[in-house]
């Protein structure tokens, strides 16, 4: 049942779960703290990540540069998640379940048009010229990009840190996620705080769906790939926890590339298993905090 | 006449279709504390959430120095100038002691001494040596200093506190007491809800009692202590 592999194959296995560790990071990363702020699980966030990765293969059939086409996409994604929070998810305020409806309405919605405007063909673009060669290290060649993915995901890890456990605004989110109720009666704009976080949470899936898409690649159903992957790494790490979406997303990442090359009949056991006994053992996650 | 801080007149506040508040009138005067007194489930607790807008009166009105706040939504109220000091403190507790004040500084009205950290500092030295430390960890005394730090920081008209001395040794009730005696001294505006009667005859001005989401008492501190049968009808203790 267990595939072996040589030395040279886990070399190669680690840097491809290290970038997806690093894409299910920026993925995850507003996942789990939409889901923290908003106690709702965003069934749209694949959409996102997917919508994300086509408008930025579409900038960059355009001729602009891929760092640029990346930031676009955020931007429009960013406008895209704040309507969806502020004329659609506000008008279900407090109502949980309907709420989640609507998002895995919008994520069948958002699939077809998809479909409609990009086809059914995958795009794959290339990786930004300067990150097309590999690195040497260890007699061994590495693919510069998926290098850089890390990189990209480290960097947008440590801002995103620092906003939410440094600055005033991020102390202001925690204490939502803490209590919602009472963070509102001490005078702090809840409602804004959502629609902030969730127009962040959709500009990060969209980045997140452009740098990917030299390596995955965007076709129709990596949306319901993707949302899957960032539900495992937010239950494994814990709801609201940035730490908790991180160490998640590289547990996954790993168990993701290994698990299929070691034991392709298992895969989804070893996906999945973790977080089924994450649930019963410590349902509040690796990093998440007990309810008080 | 001068407006009264808080007026509550004829409100009734339903949880869904279990109507607890009825017709509930109290007036709050500036620079006084009314004290709130009843059961447990008598619906203090009920009256609070309403005042600060968690739970949106079905009926009758709520003024604020005259503005009405019904309706409104809390976080609207508490920049209007509300504070609530929440039954069983209710800490942020992942933030940590500094980062709990911080987040509920609001801009002071004109003209009013602003409450600011070195203030609630100086009030609460022991919040001062504990800042770094996670609410969370804190004992029950402190989480309630911070409680009320926290209510200071939005540098409230109206100062709501429920059941500050819940759960507290003898000797952090006596503290929390004195804290209270000084916030008055400085002029601040409170509603103080209290199953301990003695602490509240002996910081109150005005006394208002509810049982069963209703008011049946409404007087003088001095009224009430000579009450004994209203004591001994609505609260149960002599
Ligand atoms: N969230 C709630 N949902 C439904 N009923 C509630 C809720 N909170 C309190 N009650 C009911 O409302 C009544 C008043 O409760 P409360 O205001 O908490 O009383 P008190 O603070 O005076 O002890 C009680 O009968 C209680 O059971
Ligand atoms: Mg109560």
Not at chain 1, 173 to 181: E, K, S
Not at chain 2, 79 to 85: C, D, F, Q, Y
Not at chain 2, 210 to 229: H, K
């Amino acid at each position: 049942m267990m595939v072996q592999i040589t030395s040279a194959q886990a070399a190669i296995l680690a840097v491809n779960s290290i970038a997806l560790g690093g894409l299910l990071f920026l993925l995850s990363a507003g996942f789990s703290l939409i889901f923290g702020l908003m106690r709702i699980p965003n069934l749209v966030h694949g959409s996102f990540f997917m919508l994300g990765g086509y408008f930025g293969v579409t900038f960059l059939d355009r001729g602009v540069n891929f760092w640029l086409a990346a930031l676009l996409s955020a931007a429009a994604m960013a406008v895209i998640g704040g309507l969806i929070e502020r004329f659609l998810l506000r008008r279900l305020e407090g109502q949980i379940l309907p709420q989640v409806l609507l998002t895995l309405g919008l994520a069948f919605i958002i699939a077809d048009i998809c479909l409609m405007v990009w086809t059914g063909d995958p795009w794959q673009p290339s990786p930004p010229p300067e990150l097309r060669g590999t690195a040497q290290a260890f007699g061994m060649f590495f693919p510069l990009y998926r290098l850089a993915i890390l990189g990209v995901a480290v960097v947008i890890a440590i801002a995103l840190w620092l906003m939410v456990d440094r600055t005033r605004l991020g102390a202001m989110i925690r204490a939502g996620v803490d209590d919602p109720v009472i963070a509102r009666v001490m005078g702090i704009k809840v409602s804004q705080l959502f629609t902030l976080i969730f127009c962040l949470g959709a500009a990060l899936a969209a980045f997140a769906g452009v740098m990917g898409a030299p390596y995955l690649s965007v076709y129709p159903g990596l949306d319901f790939e993707m949302l899957p992957l960032a539900l495992i790494v937010v239950i494994l790490g814990g709801t609201g926890s940035l730490l908790g979406a991180l160490v998640g997303s590289f547990l996954i990442g790993f168990l993701y590339n290994f698990g299929q090359a070691m034991f392709p009949d298992l895969a989804y056991v070893i996906l999945f298993l973790p977080m089924v006994l994450v649930l019963v053992l410590r349902p509040q996650g690796l990093f998440g905090r007990v309810e008080a | 006449m001068a407006t009264e801080a808080l007026t509550l007149s004829g409100v009734d506040a339903y949880y869904g279709d279990s109507h607890v508040l009825h017709d509930v009138s109290f007036a709050l005067q500036p620079g006084r504390l009314l004290g709130l007194l009843g059961r447990n489930g008598a619906g203090k607790t009920t009256c609070m959430s309403t005042i600060v807008g968690i739970l949106k009166p079905r009926r009758g009105d709520i003024r604020l120095f005259g503005e009405s706040v019904a309706g409104l939504a809390p976080d609207v109220i508490a920049r209007k100038g509300i504070g609530l000091v929440p039954q069983g403190r209710r800490t942020f507790r992942s933030l940590t002691v500094r980062e709990n004040l911080v987040v509920a500084a609001q801009p002071p009205r004109h003209g009013e001494a602003a409450w600011t950290l070195d203030r609630v500092f100086a009030l609460f030295p022991r919040l001062k040596e504990r800042q770094a430390q996670l609410a969370g960890s804190l004992s029950g005394g402190e989480q309630q200093m911070l409680a009320i730090g926290r209510a200071l920081m939005g540098n409230p008209r109206v100062l709501l506190m429920d059941e500050p001395s819940e759960g507290l040794a003898p000797q952090i009730v006596a503290e929390v007491g004195r804290t209270i005696d000084r916030l008055k001294a400085e002029g601040q505006s409170i509603v103080l809800v209290e199953q301990n009667v003695k602490l509240t005859l002996n910081l109150a001005d005005e006394v208002v009692i509810i049982n069963t989401g209703r008011v049946v008492f409404q007087g003088s501190a001095r009224e009430l202590e000579g009450n004994e049968a209203v004591i001994s009808q609505h609260l149960g203790v002599f």
